[in-house]
């Protein structure tokens, strides 16, 4: 299983983005589908989490401004950013676990650069 993420790039604060990410395999059913950050010297985190049944769960620092989403059809989850800080500045990872197959997998994409200046 590839994934692979798209939409990153340079924004003004206060702007918005949105981030893709798809997971390739016919035979991949994802469970859960999460998007993390690593800003420059800190630890990756956990920015915002869907599962399967549609629950969400964010970071507090990005409630109310950042929206996730994610078509399990497609294997694909979104990351809708409003409202961006210069603090939001990371490489946004996403990840997706479930079953490849008969095996559980967790997988991770290429990491996507949001740069937003003040």
């Known amino acids: 299983v590839q994934l692979q993420a798209f939409g990153g790039g340079l924004v003004q604060s206060g702007g918005s983005l949105r981030l893709s990410c798809t997971a390739s395999?016919?035979?991949?059913?994802?469970?859960?589908m999460r998007w993390y950050r690593q800003a420059p010297g800190k630890q990756r985190e956990v920015v915002a989490v869907i599962t399967s049944g549609g629950s969400t769960h964010y970071v507090d620092s990005v409630k109310g401004r950042f929206t996730i989403s994610g078509d399990t059809a497609k294997n694909t989850v979104y990351l809708q950013m409003n409202s961006l800080k210069p603090e939001d500045t990371a490489v946004y990872y996403c990840n997706q676990n479930g079953m490849m197959g008969s095996s559980w997998g967790d997988y991770w994409g290429q990491g996507t650069l949001v740069t937003v200046s003040s």
């Open positions: 395999g016919s035979r991949f059913r994802v469970n859960t």
